[in-house]
């Protein structure tokens, strides 16, 4: 689960030295654990986890859970979203709570070369909330929402009224009992 917002706003505390500085106090290793991980270590994920668990905590009181200092928390994000480990710090946002209850995959088909149209067309369709390349029967592996089934056609026709589409199946969701999950992973990489 994404934290739902920055853990420090510019000019507070909490907030991060300006960029090319170090926060890290003397000493103090920001460098993963040895054993071929080269991602993260078991503080890395400790710090993804509070974060995870409290989107809205602070670098301070990261610090003070964390039993490290300050600077050693702030310099472990820097370099965890530098490294694109922490890609954001965005709300998770639940598109059944706002009027789209019905997700679907759709598998599409297009035309050789045309891969960057579909791609730039699909971008232009708000109910597309992702776009997978993919090996196999298909190219193209797309996760759409509706606001009804009924709907969702509209969205399957908006989706593939393109040329470069030759063809599509659609799948539509019935439960989802393993949400997307994250910190499992991030357990099991600082660990190791």
């Known amino acids: 689960m994404p934290p739902a917002q920055s853990p420090s706003s510019p000019g507070s505390p909490d ?11 003397q000493g103090t290793s920001t460098t993963p654990a040895a054993g071929g991980n080269d991602s993260i270590d078991a503080l890395d994920g400790r710090l993804i986890r509070l974060l995870a668990e409290e989107p809205r ?26 490294k694109g480990v922490i890609s954001g710090f965005g709300p998770e946002v639940d598109p059944a709570a706002i009027g789209y209850p019905v997700t679907a995959f759709a598998t599409l088909e297009i ?46 026709d908006r989706v593939v009224g393109f040329d470069g589409i030759v063809r599509s199946s659609t799948a539509i969701v019935l439960e989802n009992p393993v949400p997307y999950r994250i910190l499992p992973l991030v357990d099991q990489a600082a660990a190791e």
């Not at 039993?67 to 472990?76: I, L, N, S």
């Open 15 to 25: 907030s991060p030295a300006p960029q090319g500085t170090s926060t890290t106090p």
């Open 57 to 82: 905590i602070g670098v301070l009181e990261c610090s003070r859970r964390l039993q490290v200092a300050r600077g050693t928390v702030q310099a472990r994000l820097d370099r965890l979203q530098a």
């Open 111 to 156: 035309s050789q070369g045309q891969g960057a149209d579909v791609r730039a067309h699909l971008a232009r369709v708000p109910e597309v909330l992702e776009l997978h390349t993919i090996t196999g029967i298909g190219d193209m592996l797309v996760r759409i929402v509706a606001r009804s089934n009924a709907d969702l056609q509209r969205v399957i």
